[in-house]
């Protein structure tokens, strides 16, 4: 909830927007972009010649119909090559230029099939000069031997810059006129590279006047921005679909489409559940939460932009595109289903504080999670039954050393005085949570839930709901987790 809470107010906070321009520019402009699509691909939509086809064949039969405007991310995989080269060149690794040509290598065989005559060599000639810009990067950061915060965000979007300017190109090409636009000069943000903060009250106009003087498609570069002073920033890893919640924010778009390689939101991880279900349409409080809960078919802050200005995002499958998708609104949507669905998150160690000496003893709780806070470990489920004789949390099993060791040195004192009679840490969890709107005020749901589980002979080790009601999560055994997630499916959804 804290994270939901913190991406909101880090979206939503500086976001009063006050238009400079008169009530008429602003009519002039909704009017304008009335039919305003924003169209995000991903990695996987655009990683390759074929792929980039089929994505352009979809901008083209939208285009037809609507104002388009589109944002890719880089090829599947470059990002990772982009970032891991800064660390090889600031370790003096010349490897780093083998990085260089297997990307080339990726960009030359997309150009090479997707475009024809001369057009072949120019692209290949524009993807240089970013190739070029890479290499002179990696130079400086071997030579300094320190890959910096903004050295690293600079290199990180080149991979977003290679591929719009080929799918821009590629859509020129093919006579669909396009005009490529590096994002970073209308998304400008703080300066917190990594994950920087966007200023919309600067961005917005930006956004909107650049947009309104293309002829033709504009191509944006997905993840990437700058400060106002020019230099380059990054959205954070997923960062393309928030861009597209910026610009269809800013150019008050009728929606947002988020083209991957699933047919929607599922009920369940179909690699489980067979016949999952695409949910047809889902609330932007849902599927946050089956984001976070590894659901992860949306960039989850992509939401707070679009929602505030009520615009719908499609979750929408490049390789079936007829299939309706999902689509995700920002008012509470009524299920037939009791339950919307049900997310796992894996990798989960449940780490369980005991003693009676806990008992109606305050401030025991505060020191337990100011310790895992010191050592910023991040705690994704907290339970303690009123008898207050245990406290349970769970991490990632990543953070799990740490936190253990974090909390024996802190509650040395209480572990001595026996207060807190041990810490006992339980790898190899999981979370499954369930997910629904309806299930708010609706009694008999966490029954059945747990009936489910107890008919599948699934031990639970640790509960806890949200006040929202919207989530029901128990911690279990990850052996237990495709039976659970099974059982729980099958008793609300049939199958
Ligand atoms: N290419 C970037 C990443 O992999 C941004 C994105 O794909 O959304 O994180
Ligand atoms: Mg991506």
């Not at 230029?97 to 290598?105: K, L, T």
């Not at 120019?122 to 030579?143: C, N």
Request: a neutral charge; charged letters at 25%; hydrophobic letters at 40%.
């Amino acid at each position: 909830m804290s994270i939901i809470r913190r991406l909101f107010s880090r979206n939503l906070k500086s976001e009063k927007i006050i238009f400079s321009d008169t009530n008429i520019e602003e009519s002039r402009q909704k009017r304008y972009n009335r039919f305003m699509i924003v169209m995000k691909f991903g990695g996987t939509s655009v990683k390759t010649a074929d792929r980039i086809r089929e994505a352009c064949e979809i901008i083209r039969k939208t285009a037809q119909e609507d104002r388009v405007t589109v944002v890719a991310s880089a090829m599947k995989g470059v990002t990772e090559a982009l970032i891991s080269s800064g660390k090889t060149a600031e370790k003096r690794d010349e490897s780093y230029r083998m990085a260089i040509e297997e990307v080339r290598n990726r960009q030359y065989e997309a150009i090479e099939e997707l475009f024809s005559g001369s057009d072949k060599a120019s692209v290949k000639a524009g993807i240089d000069t970013f190739l070029q810009e890479w290499e002179e990067i990696l130079i400086g950061v071997s030579l300094v031997k320190n890959c910096s915060p903004r050295s690293a965000d600079l290199i990180a979007g080149m991979g977003e810059r290679m591929n719009n300017y080929i799918i821009a190109r590629y859509l020129e090409s093919t006579g669909t006129p396009a005009v490529y636009i590096d994002a970073r000069e209308i998304i400008k943000t703080d300066d917190n590279y990594g994950a920087a903060n966007v200023l919309f009250d600067v961005s917005v106009p930006l956004i909107r006047s650049r947009i309104a003087a293309v002829k033709g498609i504009p191509v944006v570069t997905g993840f990437i921005s700058s400060t106002v002073n020019g230099i380059s920033t990054t959205l954070g890893r997923n960062g393309s679909d928030y861009t597209a919640g910026i610009l269809g924010h800013a150019l008050d778009a009728s929606r947002i489409e988020i083209w991957t390689d699933v047919d929607g939101v599922m009920s369940a991880d179909p690699r489980i559940v067979e016949k999952a279900l695409v949910i047809p349409e889902i609330s932007s409080f849902e599927a946050m939460e089956l984001s976070y809960l590894g659901a992860q078919v949306i960039h989850p802050s992509t939401m707070a932009p679009a929602l505030e200005k009520g615009i719908p995002i499609f979750i929408k499958n490049t390789m079936n595109p007829t299939a309706a998708g999902t689509k995700i609104v920002c008012t509470p949507v009524l299920h037939e289903t009791p339950i919307t669905g049900i997310a796992v998150m894996n990798d989960i160690c449940l780490i369980n504080i005991e003693g009676s000496g806990m008992i109606g003893k305050p401030g025991i709780a505060a020191e337990v999670f100011s310790a895992l806070a010191k050592r910023k470990i991040n705690v994704i489920m907290i339970s303690q039954c009123s008898s207050e004789h245990s406290i349970c949390f769970a991490c990632s099993r990543k953070e799990a050393a740490d936190a253990a060791d974090a909390l024996k040195c802190d509650l040395a004192k209480y572990l001595e005085q026996r207060i807190i009679s041990g810490i006992q840490t339980t790898a190899d969890c999981v979370t499954v949570a369930v997910i629904g709107e309806n299930m708010i005020g609706s009694p008999g749901i966490a029954g059945k839930i747990f009936s489910a589980l107890g008919d599948a002979s699934v031990n639970v080790l640790a509960i806890a709901q949200g006040s929202s009601e919207r989530n029901v999560s128990a911690i279990i055994s990850a052996a237990d987790k495709e039976a659970a997630v099974k059982a729980v499916h099958k008793k609300f959804f049939g199958v």
